[in-house]
């Protein structure tokens, strides 16, 4: 062990610990609990920071061993990994240092750039506010933090504002095992309080004046695993207390949990195996929607469907799926993270147990950052219950700087411009809590509250289980209600009622733990701090006067705090940080005052309640002198008891849907453009006449063949002024869709099509029974057409019948399309319609004009501009261009540069000359996002151009736009997609439609797109989907037309 001398004093410090030293008492801190105290996890947990259990064990091995030499042998090998596990500690020290600090200045350099950009300075009076958006939930006191319904009449006041509207909310929560009663919760890591919060949630919203429906989405579990309730495809909530929000019902009113089947149909798998089944979710959840929009505008909209006022999602699963949801209705979004994943990749690199390509094969945890990443672009609000989730969590991410938010705020006051940069609204709303259970004892002095007339009801069960353990049980109980987690503290806990004589006299001491049957089931980390919590209890001979029942169930936690209360105890939360603290809130609901840790939620929740003491969790002193002061002066028990009691509505489900439909009123809201045009039914043009407009300017004017923005060009028709143009235009494609939504409307169903009466009606893939989309990704046009050749080939019977509409869904532009459809003496109708610039741009073709044969879908644009960063974005992209050159150009060679000639409006280009010096996308997209930049950013062509899009638009969004606008079945599309491609191709892949992909096909672009992912396609692939099949390389037009027959597109 030479060269390591602080390893031998360390293993001498172990040797000397041996029992039978237990009358050192006086000495160090380290050696003042011989024979109790474990020095190798201190030095671990403490000097070092990892829980290694094993090295423990190790060590207690080594103390067993008879043999000196094999004792020698055991304590050096442990010295060794002792060694290696601080090497770790600073190595890991050492790289989190290095990434806070390039973290660090790259916020500071994007938020320079960011207020460079937005020129117009903010004054001292006009900096914004807290970071968290709670004006709302404050009043004038300098105290509270949540709003308060001070009164009866203040609530009544609300509910009849809201009696007019007639709201349909969507939530969404993916994972778990959901329903209304009986709910599992603990049953697995997926089935916890997030659960109990949605569905309670759900249904106090439903219970709401205002709120029509609300619909809770999640997943249709069909699996002998689990009980057949979760296989049921709609389960009713009904309200708690229907008086209390009495209001006339409608036939479909009222809150719901609505299964959407996804996923492996036979098998209930955790979170994390769900990521690849997202787009399966997203298109059985529009295909809902859309059917119940139309339910509830027939029951209360006058035949117009009544669209969701908003989508919100629970954690990062279901917010990634709200986004693609509120992109493809466009309506706003709401995101609620629950748990976040970059705070528990640091907590776990901390840990030191598992590596970083460990701990994301294992939680799928870049996954799921990039979909957080998302919810926080695409969210109008993020709703947190704490102001701690603010500053210490969602200060983690690329999207969210509380610095620019405030200027952006403070901007938005001013109704100056921003730039195109946005932040989402933060606004902390507590979770709700249901109090119509809740007893309170008439007498609170303990003694029985029966009478001859109403005799009182026996005890519940688990107080005499709890009081079996007390010496004088009817001491006040101070009690935790906790996991044997070491994050929670009850060691420290113990200690401090272990050495304070007069806390001990005057109260008992009352742990619930969880359940368990035997210790050494537990797992190492629970087992190891409940066996340290019961040899504290021996140490300090607290026989008598601890209680810690193996056994509860969650019908008897209602009791415990009546127990406690009716002791006039006091109930303790001392982890060492809490996020929210819902048990303290249900202790002061009880009527019990609180002591709580000051790391975290509680601070928020004290102040609103005022109804007990905030201590450090880590000065075991502090813990002892607020639980004595409370106990001892009753008083001060008794002020603190009827504050969390008058102030505990504030927690109230009715309170917190108050807030949050207040937050909702706040936001912009949103819908399709199309179902705001007024149907008058009265055309003075004809659908030929709009046509006949479109054709004639389409090409030449704003909207141009490629879309191509009206400012680079010089060729135009200038006989109208270019407003004029472009109002003449929109008004004629305007004129068009109202024909083609007024057969929409006239649908028995969005399903059914009369082919009849829309032939010739556009676009005609509306009446083709199949629908085939080419999405391809080739570096040259020629290659791509070489694919749709051998499509074409393939399904020529079905093609000459006209059963087949095509869609051409590409990165090219509509001219380059045009023009090479011209030199290979294709015809432009031989495609339905055109999905060009990665999704920036839709087209129909037209077969009643043959000089200009395509039409440009304005609502489209509409659809997709949430967000969308326009001049502002592309000034930033530019200048990126400059800095990529600045840093890899050799003799002032520019890498990448715009292509003015074919960007548009929505989708702005960029050549790239030198792939290989040119940053991943992922990379790209952060330092957008760091400057609240929300685009979608897509490599192509195999790295040679690069295509920026709005957030939420991609080929996959646009298909789903396709179904939305038209009524084309997402079940009936067959997608062809090579073997890889461009930056978007998994979003591709996956879904309710079939795939076919081509191998060898576009294969060159595989190892750049895996570059520019930060987890591997199978985290977003359902790769053993019956969806998908692969065809063979060099396949041959009959393959196709077989495998197409095997995806059960065509009968055999």
Same mark, same amino acid.
Request: aromatic share 8%; with cysteine; proline share 4%.
């Given at each position: 062990?030479?060269?390591?001398?602080?390893?031998?004093?360390?293993?001498?410090?172990?040797?000397?610990?041996?029992?039978?030293?237990?009358?050192?008492?006086?000495?160090?801190?380290?050696?003042?609990?011989?024979?109790?105290?474990?020095?190798?996890?201190?030095?671990?947990?403490?000097?070092?920071?990892?829980?290694?259990?094993?090295?423990?064990?190790?060590?207690?091995?080594?103390?067993?061993?008879?043999?000196?030499?094999?004792?020698?042998?055991?304590?050096?090998?442990?010295?060794?990994?002792?060694?290696?596990?601080?090497?770790?500690?600073?190595?890991?020290?050492?790289?989190?240092?290095?990434?806070?600090?390039?973290?660090?200045?790259?916020?500071?350099?994007?938020?320079?750039?960011?207020?460079?950009?937005?020129?117009?300075?903010?004054?001292?009076?006009?900096?914004?506010?807290?970071?968290?958006?709670?004006?709302?939930?404050?009043?004038?006191?300098?105290?509270?933090?949540?709003?308060?319904?001070?009164?009866?009449?203040?609530?009544?006041?609300?509910?009849?504002?809201?009696?007019?509207?007639?709201?349909?909310?969507?939530?969404?929560?993916?994972?778990?095992?959901?329903?209304?009663?009986?709910?599992?919760?603990?049953?697995?890591?997926?089935?916890?309080?997030?659960?109990?919060?949605?569905?309670?949630?759900?249904?106090?919203?439903?219970?709401?004046?205002?709120?029509?429906?609300?619909?809770?989405?999640?997943?249709?579990?069909?699996?002998?695993?689990?009980?057949?309730?979760?296989?049921?495809?709609?389960?009713?909530?009904?309200?708690?207390?229907?008086?209390?929000?009495?209001?006339?019902?409608?036939?479909?009113?009222?809150?719901?949990?609505?299964?959407?089947?996804?996923?492996?149909?036979?098998?209930?798998?955790?979170?994390?195996?769900?990521?690849?089944?997202?787009?399966?979710?997203?298109?059985?959840?529009?295909?809902?929607?859309?059917?119940?929009?139309?339910?509830?505008?027939?029951?209360?909209?006058?035949?117009?469907?009544?669209?969701?006022?908003?989508?919100?999602?629970?954690?990062?699963?279901?917010?990634?799926?709200?986004?693609?949801?509120?992109?493809?209705?466009?309506?706003?979004?709401?995101?609620?993270?629950?748990?976040?994943?970059?705070?528990?990749?640091?907590?776990?690199?901390?840990?030191?147990?598992?590596?970083?390509?460990?701990?994301?094969?294992?939680?799928?945890?870049?996954?799921?950052?990039?979909?957080?990443?998302?919810?926080?672009?695409?969210?109008?609000?993020?709703?947190?219950?704490?102001?701690?989730?603010?500053?210490?969590?969602?200060?983690?991410?690329?999207?969210?700087?509380?610095?620019?938010?405030?200027?952006?705020?403070?901007?938005?006051?001013?109704?100056?411009?921003?730039?195109?940069?946005?932040?989402?609204?933060?606004?902390?709303?507590?979770?709700?809590?249901?109090?119509?259970?809740?007893?309170?004892?008439?007498?609170?002095?303990?003694?029985?509250?029966?009478?001859?007339?109403?005799?009182?009801?026996?005890?519940?069960?688990?107080?005499?289980?709890?009081?079996?353990?007390?010496?004088?049980?009817?001491?006040?109980?101070?009690?935790?209600?906790?996991?044997?987690?070491?994050?929670?503290?009850?060691?420290?806990?113990?200690?401090?009622?272990?050495?304070?004589?007069?806390?001990?006299?005057?109260?008992?001491?009352?742990?619930?733990?969880?359940?368990?049957?035997?210790?050494?089931?537990?797992?190492?980390?629970?087992?190891?701090?409940?066996?340290?919590?019961?040899?504290?209890?021996?140490?300090?001979?607290?026989?008598?006067?601890?209680?810690?029942?193996?056994?509860?169930?969650?019908?008897?936690?209602?009791?415990?705090?009546?127990?406690?209360?009716?002791?006039?105890?006091?109930?303790?939360?001392?982890?060492?940080?809490?996020?929210?603290?819902?048990?303290?809130?249900?202790?002061?609901?009880?009527?019990?005052?609180?002591?709580?840790?000051?790391?975290?939620?509680?601070?928020?929740?004290?102040?609103?309640?005022?109804?007990?003491?905030?201590?450090?969790?880590?000065?075991?002193?502090?813990?002892?002198?607020?639980?004595?002061?409370?106990?001892?002066?009753?008083?001060?028990?008794?002020?603190?008891?009827?504050?969390?009691?008058?102030?505990?509505?504030?927690?109230?489900?009715?309170?917190?849907?108050?807030?949050?439909?207040?937050?909702?009123?706040?936001?912009?809201?949103?819908?399709?453009?199309?179902?705001?045009?007024?149907?008058?039914?009265?055309?003075?043009?004809?659908?030929?006449?709009?046509?006949?407009?479109?054709?004639?300017?389409?090409?030449?004017?704003?909207?141009?063949?490629?879309?191509?923005?009206?400012?680079?060009?010089?060729?135009?028709?200038?006989?109208?002024?270019?407003?004029?143009?472009?109002?003449?235009?929109?008004?004629?494609?305007?004129?068009?869709?109202?024909?083609?939504?007024?057969?929409?409307?006239?649908?028995?169903?969005?399903?059914? !099509? @009369?082919?009849? =009466?829309? /032939?010739?009606? #556009?676009? +005609?893939? &509306? %009446?083709?029974?199949?629908?085939?989309?080419?999405? !391809? @990704?080739?570096? =040259?046009? /020629?290659?791509? #057409?070489? +694919?749709? &050749? %051998?499509?074409?080939?393939?399904?020529?019977?079905?093609?000459?019948?006209?059963?087949?509409?095509?869609?051409?869904?590409?990165?090219?532009?509509?001219?380059?399309?045009?023009?090479?459809?011209?030199?290979?003496?294709?015809?432009?109708?031989?495609?339905?319609?055109?999905?060009?610039?990665?999704?920036?741009?839709?087209?129909?073709?037209?077969?009643?004009?043959?000089?200009?044969?395509?039409?440009?879908?304005?609502?489209?644009?509409?659809?997709?501009?949430?967000?969308?960063?326009?001049?502002?974005?592309?000034?930033?992209?530019?200048?990126?261009?400059?800095?990529?050159?600045?840093?890899?150009?050799?003799?002032?060679?520019?890498?990448?540069?715009?292509?003015?000639?074919?960007?548009?409006?929505?989708?702005?280009?960029?050549?790239?000359?030198?792939?290989?010096?040119?940053?991943?996308?992922?990379?790209?997209?952060?330092?957008?996002?760091?400057?609240?930049?929300?685009?979608?950013?897509?490599?192509?062509?195999?790295?040679?151009?690069?295509?920026?899009?709005?957030?939420?638009?991609?080929?996959?969004?646009?298909?789903?736009?396709?179904?939305?606008?038209?009524?084309?079945?997402?079940?009936?599309?067959?997608?062809?997609?090579?073997?890889?491609?461009?930056?978007?191709?998994?979003?591709?892949?996956?879904?309710?439609?079939?795939?076919?992909?081509?191998?060898?096909?576009?294969?060159?672009?595989?190892?750049?797109?895996?570059?520019?992912?930060?987890?591997?396609?199978?985290?977003?692939?359902?790769?053993?989907?019956?969806?998908?099949?692969?065809?063979?390389?060099?396949?041959?037009?009959?393959?196709?037309?077989?495998?197409?027959?095997?995806?059960?597109?065509?009968?055999?």
């Amino acid at each position: 062990m030479a060269g390591n001398d602080w390893v031998n004093s360390y293993l001498e410090a172990i040797i000397e610990s041996e029992p039978g030293f237990e009358e050192a008492r006086g000495g160090s801190l380290l050696l003042r609990e011989r024979g109790r105290f474990s020095p190798t996890r201190y030095f671990v947990e403490n000097v070092i920071g990892f829980d290694d259990t094993d090295l423990h064990r190790a060590w207690l091995r080594a103390q067993a061993s008879r043999s000196p030499q094999e004792k020698n042998t055991r304590l050096e090998n442990m010295s060794w990994r002792i060694w290696n596990l601080a090497r770790q500690k600073r190595m890991l020290d050492e790289k989190q240092t290095q990434r806070l600090s390039k973290r660090h200045m790259e916020r500071e350099k994007g938020l320079r750039e960011a207020v460079a950009d937005m020129s117009e300075d903010l004054s001292e009076g006009e900096k914004g506010e807290a970071v968290s958006d709670i004006s709302a939930l404050s009043e004038s006191s300098t105290r509270g933090r949540f709003s308060r319904i001070s009164s009866v009449d203040t609530m009544e006041a609300f509910m009849n504002q809201q009696k007019g509207k007639k709201l349909y909310i969507v939530l969404v929560s993916l994972h778990g095992l959901i329903r209304g009663e009986n709910m599992e919760l603990g049953r697995d890591s997926d089935t916890g309080g997030q659960v109990k919060y949605v569905v309670e949630l759900a249904r106090a919203l439903g219970s709401t004046p205002g709120v029509y429906r609300v619909d809770l989405l999640t997943r249709k579990v069909s699996s002998s695993e689990v009980d057949w309730s979760y296989a049921e495809p709609t389960e009713m909530l009904p309200p708690r207390d229907s008086e209390v929000f009495g209001r006339e019902m409608g036939e479909s009113s009222g809150a719901y949990i609505i299964r959407i089947p996804f996923g492996p149909k036979d098998k209930y798998i955790p979170k994390e195996m769900l990521w690849p089944h997202v787009s399966e979710f997203v298109d059985g959840a529009l295909k809902h929607i859309l059917q119940m929009s139309k339910v509830i505008g027939d029951q209360i909209g006058g035949g117009i469907p009544v669209w969701p006022v908003a989508i919100h999602g629970h954690y990062a699963d279901a917010g990634d799926s709200a986004a693609l949801l509120s992109g493809a209705l466009n309506v706003p979004m709401l995101f609620t993270g629950h748990s976040l994943g970059r705070d528990k990749r640091e907590q776990l690199l901390r840990q030191g147990r598992l590596s970083r390509d460990e701990i994301n094969s294992t939680y799928k945890i870049m996954r799921r950052i990039e979909a957080e990443e998302l919810a926080l672009d695409a969210s109008e609000i993020v709703i947190t219950s704490t102001k701690q989730e603010i500053e210490e969590q969602w200060g983690l991410y690329d999207g969210f700087d509380s610095k620019l938010q405030q200027k952006l705020q403070a901007r938005i006051r001013r109704r100056v411009s921003s730039y195109g940069r946005f932040m989402p609204r933060m606004a902390v709303i507590p979770p709700g809590m249901e109090f119509h259970h809740i007893v309170h004892d008439g007498d609170i002095d303990g003694e029985a509250d029966g009478s001859e007339d109403h005799p009182a009801s026996p005890d519940p069960p688990i107080w005499a289980e709890i009081m079996r353990f007390f010496t004088n049980p009817r001491k006040p109980m101070i009690l935790a209600l906790a996991r044997p987690d070491p994050k929670k503290n009850l060691t420290t806990l113990v200690k401090a009622f272990g050495e304070c004589r007069p806390l001990r006299e005057l109260a008992n001491l009352t742990l619930i733990m969880g359940n368990r049957d035997n210790i050494d089931d537990m797992s190492n980390t629970n087992s190891t701090v409940l066996t340290s919590i019961i040899k504290l209890i021996d140490k300090y001979d607290l026989y008598g006067q601890v209680a810690y029942p193996k056994h509860h169930k969650q019908a008897d936690v209602p009791d415990i705090y009546r127990l406690a209360a009716r002791t006039k105890g006091v109930f303790i939360n001392p982890a060492f940080i809490e996020p929210f603290g819902l048990t303290l809130i249900e202790a002061a609901a009880h009527g019990l005052p609180i002591v709580a840790t000051i790391n975290g939620g509680p601070v928020d929740i004290y102040r609103v309640l005022d109804n007990g003491l905030l201590v450090d969790p880590h000065d075991q002193q502090s813990i002892a002198d607020a639980l004595l002061k409370l106990v001892a002066e009753k008083q001060l028990w008794l002020k603190c008891r009827q504050n969390g009691l008058k102030n505990i509505h504030l927690f109230s489900w009715p309170a917190h849907c108050k807030t949050y439909l207040s937050r909702i009123a706040a936001c912009k809201l949103r819908k399709p453009r199309w179902l705001e045009v007024e149907d008058d039914g009265e055309n003075s043009e004809s659908d030929c006449d709009s046509l006949r407009d479109i054709q004639d300017i389409s090409l030449h004017l704003k909207f141009s063949l490629d879309g191509a923005r009206n400012d680079k060009r010089g060729d135009g028709d200038n006989s109208l002024d270019p407003e004029d143009r472009k109002s003449k235009l929109e008004h004629a494609f305007l004129t068009w869709s109202k024909g083609g939504q007024k057969m929409t409307e006239s649908q028995d169903s969005f399903e059914k !099509v @009369d082919q009849n =009466a829309r /032939s010739g009606m #556009f676009p +005609s893939l &509306r %009446s083709s029974k199949y629908i085939f989309v080419i999405a !391809v @990704d080739s570096d =040259a046009i /020629s290659d791509l #057409f070489e +694919s749709v &050749r %051998s499509i074409f080939t393939a399904v020529e019977r079905e093609r000459t019948k006209g059963s087949i509409g095509f869609i051409l869904a590409t990165s090219f532009t509509m001219s380059e399309i045009h023009s090479f459809l011209i030199s290979e003496g294709l015809s432009p109708t031989d495609f339905d319609a055109y999905i060009c610039n990665s999704g920036g741009d839709l087209y129909y073709s037209s077969p009643r004009c043959e000089e200009n044969p395509y039409i440009v879908d304005l609502y489209y644009h509409s659809h997709i501009e949430y967000r969308w960063g326009g001049e502002g974005l592309r000034k930033t992209l530019v200048r990126w261009t400059a800095s990529i050159t600045d840093q890899n150009g050799e003799d002032g060679e520019h890498v990448v540069t715009e292509d003015e000639n074919i960007s548009t409006d929505y989708c702005y280009a960029f050549k790239v000359r030198r792939p290989e010096l040119v940053p991943p996308v992922k990379e790209i997209r952060k330092g957008m996002r760091i400057q609240a930049l929300r685009c979608h950013v897509i490599l192509c062509q195999n790295g040679r151009k690069i295509n920026v899009i709005p957030l939420l638009a991609s080929r996959a969004q646009a298909l789903r736009y396709l179904y939305l606008r038209w009524g084309i079945d997402l079940s009936k599309m067959t997608v062809f997609v090579g073997e890889s491609g461009d930056t978007d191709y998994e979003e591709l892949i996956g879904g309710l439609h079939k795939t076919l992909v081509l191998k060898g096909v576009s294969c060159g672009t595989t190892n750049q797109l895996h570059v520019n992912r930060s987890y591997p396609l199978t985290d977003v692939v359902p790769v053993d989907s019956p969806n998908i099949v692969q065809a063979n390389e060099r396949c041959g037009s009959t393959d196709i037309h077989n495998l197409l027959e095997k995806l059960g597109v065509f009968k055999g």
